[in-house]
């Protein structure tokens, strides 16, 4: 069932660095390290971290770009750096800061020779294509060549491209970089359906948290080329200490209100602001509230997910 499969893969790149006007000292970078993981087949993932923490390394080792420097790793059971042809029918990638389509043709025109290179039914490409194009918006774009495209109409162009040929999984890095609000919700609305309805495997990497919080229900987070973290992205906010807000808003103004399982973090007139253990249901809060003080309204603020990320990396570095 596990569709991805990583055991100890590391990856080591030989960096020379000048150290005098005639030499250089040859340092080795470790990109990956030791990350074991698997991704069972019909998963969405989130896979997040700070720049250079190794999110595109792996994305390449899977793809078969790069080849590992150590342990074990598999895509449907293909070793992707040693048959990447093979996995290549069997794969999507979208790099947010790369095309794959052809610079001086139309779109339309990109479509066609990827029909041709992935040798794709006549009737699945037909399919794929009206639904990308429907799904995307992208019917007044097919005949503007990609190099006319603003970023993001290339980006929703990559997409489609990248999904023609039916892959089983899709390698998604940056994927709504340049989108606005619109485009973005259209983006996430296409990745939700493909996954419910085709069962295809999603291995998502952006610095955009809403996409994680929107489309993926676990999330690991990599720095440093280590895994700190996989599992649910509600556990996100445990291991991170995170809280939630209590916003509370009064009949007048009092004292700041004193409750055991929560602080007052801010006072304004009639509103305060009370923290609470994300971990922690506000049903006993509430009850509390509306028992001891002369409540009018109130919501609850959801804890910012960066904000629980930067502390981790905070930790970690202290």
């Excluded at 639904?131 to 495209?149: G, N, S, T, W, Y």
């Excluded at 491209?161 to 390698?171: I, R």
Aim: contains cysteine; neutral net charge.
């Amino acid at each position: 069932m596990d569709f991805i499969e990583l055991d100890g893969v590391e990856k080591v790149f030989d960096v020379r660095r000048r150290t005098g006007r005639l030499r250089r000292e040859r340092h080795q970078v470790r990109a990956v390290d030791g990350i074991s993981f698997t991704v069972p087949r019909g998963e969405m993932v989130g896979y997040i971290g700070p720049n250079g923490a190794g999110k595109s390394t792996t994305i390449k080792m899977l793809t078969g770009i790069l080849t590992p420097s150590g342990g074990r790793l598999r895509v449907a059971g293909i070793d992707p750096s040693r048959e990447r042809t093979r996995l290549a029918q069997r794969i999507g990638v979208v790099f947010g800061q790369r095309t794959t389509l052809w610079w001086d043709l139309p779109l339309r025109d990109s479509y066609r020779l990827m029909h041709r290179m992935y040798r794709v039914p006549d009737p699945v490409f037909r399919e794929n294509l009206e639904r990308c194009v429907e799904l995307l918006d992208l019917a007044e774009l097919l005949d503007v060549p990609v190099r006319q495209l603003s970023l993001g109409q290339r980006m929703r162009g990559d997409i489609a491209a990248a999904l023609l040929h039916d892959p089983e999984v899709l390698y998604l890095d940056e994927p709504t970089i340049g989108l606005d609000v619109i485009s973005k919700a259209k983006v996430r609305e296409f990745l939700r359906d493909l996954n419910a309805e085709r069962g295809t495997t999603v291995l998502l990497t952006t610095h955009d948290l809403t996409d994680i919080e929107q489309l993926c229900k676990r999330v690991m987070v990599i720095d440093h080329g280590k895994l700190m973290y996989d599992g649910a992205l509600a556990g996100l906010h445990e291991v991170g200490e995170s809280e939630r807000t209590l916003i509370v808003d009064l009949e007048r103004e009092i004292p700041p209100i004193a409750l055991d399982a929560a602080r007052t973090v801010k006072v304004e007139g009639p509103r305060q602001w009370l923290a609470f253990p994300a971990a922690m249901s506000a049903a006993p809060l509430v009850a509390a509230l509306a028992d001891r003080y002369p409540l009018v309204d109130l919501s609850v603020r959801e804890p910012d997910i960066e904000a629980v990320i930067a502390k981790m990396y905070a930790d970690r570095s202290a």
